[in-house]
């Protein structure tokens, strides 16, 4: 009984920070309809980022969030206004073709900057952990899942209670009804991209104290985030929630009951059971051609 407790609290810190890593890519496609391949890139990134900042000012990975966050929001408002902006009308195919460009480019230059050696981050309490009963918390997983929480909650806010926010929400729901109210879809891409490269710059802090890494590793984590989407569905925040949260599970219960060279496979069957079992995903909605289809 210990054991499937540990591996349930296991599951649940690391799909917190999922849940995170998601939340970006699922904002955008839910707005934009751009599926961003370049998310996983941009993750790698911030981690690369945080590694720079610990390793060079001493600075701590966690609290690196507060540099790491508005600096790829910056960027990312920068990537929409050069690359995406320009084929923002154009079919899904052109954006995945786009940010999947983009995905390498940043590979080859996080190599030239960085290497492509495997790195990582390793604060004094990385080997710490907290204990209640038999239940061991390691501590940087804790830190990281609250931290992420806070994120969200911050997300949330931003979205429920702000006028940007509620742009964004509109242009989600409705594109077509929310410029005929006045609201200005261009702008609101522009935020909501760089908003969501935002939330991926926090995680990449979170994750480059919990993983190593280096700039191929992208491929691994976009495969990871898009299978929670899938599951989850496309476009929806409660669903990347979700998502994460019961991919975090699958994860850790491969690792402890089968092996921890399968917990790789498993973004990949999620994806492929969901579009065979659910297509639109356990939040996600059936759009008027799939219900005539």
């Known amino acids: 009984m210990t054991e499937l407790i540990q591996t349930i609290v296991f599951g649940l810190l690391i799909g917190g920070v999922y849940a995170l890593l998601a939340s970006g890519l699922t904002l955008i496609f839910g707005v934009m309809n751009v599926i961003n391949i370049a998310h996983g890139a941009f993750l790698i990134l911030a981690a690369f980022l945080t590694f720079s900042l610990w390793s060079g000012l001493g600075i701590d990975p966690l609290a690196a969030i507060v540099i790491t966050t508005p600096a790829m929001l910056a960027f990312g408002w920068l990537v929409y206004v050069l690359t995406v902006r320009p084929i923002r009308r154009a079919p899904p195919s052109s954006s995945v073709l786009l940010t999947f460009g983009l995905a390498l480019v940043l590979e080859a230059a996080m190599g030239l900057i960085w290497g492509n050696d495997s790195h990582s981050v390793r604060p004094p309490y990385f080997t710490q952990s907290f204990h209640v009963s038999q239940i061991v918390l390691p501590k940087a997983q804790v830190y990281a899942c609250a931290l992420a929480v806070v994120v969200l909650g911050g997300?949330?806010?931003?979205?429920?209670?702000?006028?940007?926010?509620?742009?964004?929400?509109?242009?989600?729901?409705?594109?077509?009804?929310?410029?005929?109210?006045?609201?200005?879809?261009?702008?609101?891409?522009?935020?909501?991209?760089?908003?969501?490269?935002?939330?991926?710059?926090?995680?990449?802090?979170?994750?480059?104290?919990?993983?190593p890494f280096l700039p191929g590793a992208h491929y691994i984590w976009i495969a990871r985030l898009l299978g929670i989407i899938v599951l989850g569905g496309m476009g929806s925040l409660r669903g990347a929630l979700i998502g994460a949260l019961l991919l975090g599970l699958a994860e850790t219960f491969t690792q402890t009951y089968l092996s921890a060279q399968w917990?790789?496979?498993?973004?990949?069957?999620?994806?492929?059971?969901?579009?065979?079992?659910?297509?639109?995903?356990?939040?996600?909605t059936r759009l008027r051609e799939d219900v005539a289809a």
């Open 155 to 211: 997300l949330w806010l931003f979205l429920a209670r702000s006028w940007s926010g509620r742009a964004i929400r509109a242009a989600a729901v409705n594109p077509q009804g929310a410029e005929l109210v006045g609201i200005d879809i261009v702008r609101v891409s522009a935020i909501t991209f760089a908003i969501g490269v935002a939330t991926v710059g926090a995680g990449g802090s979170l994750i480059s104290v919990l993983y």
């Open 263 to 284: 917990a790789t496979a498993v973004p990949y069957a999620i994806i492929l059971v969901v579009l065979l079992v659910r297509p639109q995903g356990i939040m996600g």
